[in-house]
């Protein structure tokens, strides 16, 4: 299995980015696929996941509102669309993809099986 993100960059804040992260080597349309970041001097932390089954979202409460999670099963893709980006969403942001996770877990990275290797964003004031 096989993630790859892409899609970071350098923006000034209120702007936008959009990560993509494109699995191989998995059914795609049956995995939980998340994405976590990690600022500098940070544990990682939960940003959303979107689930295999129905496509129901879910979103950490710094995010609500700006950031969107999809997924086209077609292109084995998940994105997360970020708008209104703040100084603080700076990070690398990750994705991660598990099929059997719970729902009680899915927040939790260590409960993810496949891990990409990250993406960094920067937002400038």
């Known amino acids: 299995v096989q993630l790859q993100a892409s899609g970071g960059g350098l923006v000034q804040a209120g702007g936008s980015l959009r990560l993509s992260c494109v699995a191989s080597g998995l059914t795609f349309s049956t995995y939980t696929m998340g994405w976590f970041r990690q600022a500098p001097g940070k544990e990682r932390e939960f940003v959303a996941v979107i689930r295999s089954s129905g496509g129901r979202t879910y979103y950490a409460d710094s995010v609500k509102g700006r950031f969107t999670i999809s997924r086209d099963n077609a292109k084995n893709t998940v994105y997360l669309q970020m708008n209104s980006l703040k100084p603080e969403d700076t990070a690398v942001y990750y994705c991660?993809?598990?099929?059997?996770?719970?729902?009680?877990?899915?927040?939790?990275?260590?409960?993810?099986?496949?891990w990409g290797q990250g993406t960094q964003v920067t937002v400038s004031s």
């Open positions: 991660a993809a598990d099929r059997d996770i719970i729902l009680s877990s899915i927040r939790q990275g260590d409960q993810y099986n496949y």
